[in-house]
């Protein structure tokens, strides 16, 4: 079964840092591109950041630019996004998301290319 578990949410403060992790199972990683994607209440699903197969190419939404890293470690079949100096406005349900190869690299953070998504993991930021 394909399956993809975030982790790594919780409660931060302003210009706090938190990690979260996408581990797959049921597929090996390291064939696919993977997304993070976020939504807040009443807010519209965003794209954060993404990564093809090897972490040669990423892609950021220009609210994360300088703030987020994706990366991945496809021996542990696991992505990462580490976020720095948290605002208030990261505050949503962030979710990992599973594209072909190549999907990063053609369609960035088109959340229609990507299939298989996590359940979500909250992350608020508040003092």
């Known amino acids: 079964q394909v399956q993809l578990v975030e982790s790594g949410g919780g409660l931060v403060q302003p210009g706090g840092s938190l990690r979260l992790s996408c581990a797959a199972s049921?597929?090996?990683?390291?064939?696919?591109?993977i997304g993070w994607f976020r939504q807040a209440p009443g807010k519209e699903r965003e794209g954060v950041a993404c990564?093809?197969?090897?972490?040669?190419?990423?892609v950021y939404a220009d609210s994360v630019k300088g703030r987020f890293t994706i990366s991945r470690d496809n021996a542990k079949d696991t992505v990462y996004l580490q976020m720095n100096s948290l605002k208030s406005e990261d505050t949503a349900v962030y979710y990992c998301?599973?594209?072909?190869?190549?999907?990063?690299?053609?369609?960035?953070?088109?959340?229609?290319?990507?299939?298989?998504w996590g359940q979500g993991t909250q992350v608020t930021v508040s003092s």
């Open positions: 990564i093809n197969t090897h972490g040669a190419s990423t």
């Open positions: 998301a599973r594209g072909n190869q190549y999907t990063c690299s053609l369609y960035g953070l088109a959340a229609l290319k990507y299939d298989n």
């Open positions: 049921g597929f090996s990683l390291g064939s696919y591109s």
